[in-house]
């Protein structure tokens, strides 16, 4: 079978090159037309020797995936599903506001984290994805870009945890950040986690200044345990002291996700015990609405108690926004992706 040609780094692509017997910056002439001319096939690259194209399209597949599905919402937010070279399927999403273009893509087929208000873990993890398939996902949204359009942001929310798949997504990444790659600064990249120290240490020791975002959804351990499982063996001591090193090391302020569910985690109280935790930290918590999934049964708060749990947080200096939704009506919002089509019964 061919190899994905995304799968390759820099550096293989250079030894390729050199194995044809052309010169390295073969590599760089091919990387401008993947990443800067935006091309879809090896022979549209026509300042590279026929030969070398010819022997391109021998060894290798660009675009591995099929998209099985493209949907676009009332508010231009885009959705593709991915079908992988072993029919897995994935989703990633593009949102659209007037100063950026923000995609966000997944790391793995199905979660093992089991947050109890998430679709994407109620099928378990299947595996993860390659450097190349995540690579892939970035630049088949960069091409649903108008060609004046740029990709601005990158959000890893999709499904999947990054940080249990973490080599193969600072693998992609690598290519993203390049200068000669998509040149998007990390700065404009966020990785969100359910919050898995080690991981989180070993992303600040990367030394690039991606933001991160913490899954925390709850002040207090049984709560947390009872919404994120896999916290019954972290605990959110161990989460706050990643995270500050976190912000110690690359000066980057943390982001705290917290996912409002009514009559579970929203109560004045449990906004007060946020901001204890948060009022001496360089924090921001960014407040999720529930997006509903059908077969599970929490649903977002109403707006005025929204608002007071937000209003409580100010009151301690917690900087906190609730986040806008978009895509709602293509299922594009947070932790609804790729559930309907896998699970017949909510077709
Ligand atoms: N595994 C990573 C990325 C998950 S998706 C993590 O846990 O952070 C990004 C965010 O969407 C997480 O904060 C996740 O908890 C949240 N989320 C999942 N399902 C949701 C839902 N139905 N409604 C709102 N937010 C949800």
Redesign the pocket.
Known sequence: MKRGFLELTHAELQSWCEAQGQPRFRADQIRRWIYEKRASSFQEMLDLPKALRDQLDTEFVLFRSNIVNHQVARDRTEKLLLEQVDQETIECVLMREPDRRTICISTQVG?A?G?V????GLMGLKRSLTRGEILEEILLLDRVLGIGERLTNIV???????LANLTALLSALDEVTDSKGLGLSPRRITI????LPPKMRELAQTGKPFNL???L?APLNDLRTQL?PINDRIGIDAVLAAADEYFEITGRRVTY?Y?LLSGVNDQPEHADELGRLLEHRQAHVNL??????EI?P?VEPTAPRTAEFVRRLEARGVVATVRKRKGADIDA????LRLKSELPIVK
């Open positions: 979660c984290m947050c208000f998430c679709a994407s890893v929310m999709g499904i999947g945890e990054p969100s986690t359910v919050g975002a913490v899954s959804h994120v996700e996912v999720i609405p529930m997006n509903n999934v599970l929490y919002a947070c932790g609804q």
